[in-house]
């Protein structure tokens, strides 16, 4: 998107203040849903609590967000989905426990700028019903041709259900259908002693007396339907570019990331600018707390990042077998210090990533765990507020719009990926080097990052994947991890790369395929 020029922007229109709910006045509206729910009598799971009622939100818009509550058994899913929900007036979603094959396509319940909440996935098993919800969620809507019988005998009926919808479902299992997996946003309960003891401490305080009056919250989702939803991302562009393409499901989830900025901005707009056309101007800060939310379950979709519970439960299962031995669910869960089903739920996750190796093929038999792959260190796919704002030279102009000079720059040099043979020239690199504002002359053809062994850095003091998550700049970050979907190496270049490498730095990393443009 291009944004506007500065002297197009207009402060949001003021309307009466008797017509502006209380809500829509705060500064931070979900850190207000956090601190009412846990009022309310839910413990924790304040980033589950915020990035839910920011999703049911995005019904409001054309692309709505779905997500999914995983956990174990107990863990409290169904709670937290239904806590949020009553802050939602009930014309905002639709809830079942579960359908059959074909009573999404029969249903008469009206979808329109809704969230389907199905509090069991499995309510999901069948591949129709499936379907029907990867068509909703994906088309806006759904068209299901049968036949139906009459006067003139068996004749053909279209029946069509329009959206835009949104789904919010939660599961015990590791994975849904992998279709609907890239779909939706997955987030994890947290199954951990502490957390037990806080849940069982808010019932303890819960009196059994009547819940607050959700009849404000009703009224503020009320407010913002019955207003335009037309946001503005002047940055989505720039947000583009600063993310390195290193998985295809980031064709799905980028639009998601949107969304949710947009979403943020809808929430705050009284605080927020509008262009000429009457359009509310999302900013940095709307970026920002979508980022704080959903930065990691990014990158742990792209598989760059790895949860920390999984990198707990490896850790522990690497305690227990110092000499490569064997370990079982109930070793791994007195080590963790959790119940055996919470600890076998860890160590299925661990094993469908491979971190973990489950010897015992028969069923029914008690599990033989071992080590798999070596944990990998997290990548950061999201660029930070900062970096984002400084890419985008939106500093110091309102709505967070970009500077026009920004605009020139981003057409005169566009982005481009560096080649094997050379670094190719980036405009958009943290840190300037020297007589260079925007630090692109460290980046000249044949010349390495400074600090790193070979033309890409690998294995060297600034190799992001040696000095852990989030670290180096960002392009060093989209440089580093390239190879990982670029054409395998020809020999050549196999050896080409290995003659760079340092003797004792032998990790043969994929070079990058060439590259077209300026600087390639």
């Not at 509550?69 to 899913?77: L, T, Y």
């Not at 971190?355 to 260190?377: C, D, F, S, T, W």
């Not at 392009?475 to 340092?502: G, K, T």
Request: hydrophobic share 35%; proline share 9%; net charge negative.
């Amino acid at each position: 998107m291009t944004a506007s020029p500065a002297e197009d922007l207009e402060p949001a229109a003021e309307a009466p203040p008797d017509s502006v709910p209380r809500l829509a006045r705060n500064p931070d509206i979900l850190e207000l849903v956090a601190d009412k729910l846990e009022r309310d009598g839910v413990a924790g799971e304040r980033r589950l609590l915020k990035l839910l009622y920011l999703a049911v939100t995005t019904r409001l818009l054309e692309r709505p967000v779905s997500i999914t509550v995983k956990g174990p058994s107990a863990g409290g899913k169904s709670y937290i989905v239904e806590s949020t929900l009553r802050l939602f007036p009930r014309s905002a979603y639709y809830a079942l426990s579960a359908m059959s094959d074909h009573a999404l396509a029969y249903d008469r319940e009206p979808l329109v700028h809704r969230m389907l909440v199905l509090y069991e996935a499995t309510g999901l098993s069948s591949d129709m019903a499936t379907y029907l919800i990867r068509s909703l969620l994906s088309e806006g809507r759904v068209r299901y041709l049968t036949v139906v019988k009459g006067k003139d005998g068996m004749q053909p009926q279209l029946i069509e259900r329009p959206g835009p919808t949104g789904l919010i479902t939660t599961t015990t299992e590791v994975r849904l259908h992998p279709e609907n997996e890239t779909r939706m946003l997955s987030l994890t309960v947290t199954d951990t002693p502490e957390q037990t003891k806080a849940v069982m401490l808010a019932h303890a305080a819960d009196d059994g007396g009547p819940g607050p009056d959700p009849t404000p919250w009703h009224e503020y989702q009320d407010w913002l339907a019955g207003r335009s939803t037309d946001v503005v991302v002047p940055y989505a562009r720039t947000l583009a570019k600063a993310i390195p393409p290193v998985a295809v499901r980031l064709r799905r989830d980028f639009p998601s990331i949107v969304t949710l900025v947009r979403a943020h901005a809808l929430l705050h707009q009284v605080g927020r600018d509008t262009d000429q056309h009457g359009r509310i101007l999302a900013t940095i800060a709307d970026y920002a707390a979508v980022r704080e939310l959903v930065s990691d379950l990014v990158s742990d979709a792209a598989e760059r990042t790895i949860p920390d519970t999984v990198r707990e439960t490896v850790r522990a299962v690497g305690d227990l077998t110092p000499g490569g031995g064997e370990a079982t669910v109930v070793d791994v869960a007195r080590q963790l210090g959790l119940d055996e089903s919470a600890a076998w739920r860890r160590c299925r996750v661990a094993i469908d990533r491979g971190y973990l190796i489950n010897l015992e093929e028969r069923r029914a038999r008690p599990a033989r765990i071992v080590l798999g792959a070596p944990l990998p260190a997290d990548v950061t796919i999201l660029p930070t507020a900062e970096e984002l704002e400084r890419l985008h030279g939106c500093s110091g102009v309102p709505g967070g719009q970009a500077h026009p000079s920004a605009d020139a720059r981003s057409e005169r040099e566009p982005y481009v990926t560096p080649s094997i043979e050379s670094a190719a020239v980036q405009p958009y690199r943290n840190g300037a080097g020297d007589g260079d504002e925007d630090g692109t002359a460290s980046l000249a053809a044949g010349s390495p990052p400074t600090g790193s062994r070979g033309a890409r850095g690998v294995g060297g003091d600034s190799d992001p994947r040696q000095q852990g998550p989030g670290t180096g700049s960002l392009a060093d970050r989209i440089r580093a991890y390239e190879p990982d979907f670029l054409p395998p190496p020809s020999p050549m270049e196999v050896l080409r790369e290995r003659r760079r490498l340092d003797a004792t730095d032998r990790a043969l990393v994929r070079p990058m395929g060439t590259t077209t443009g300026p600087g390639a």
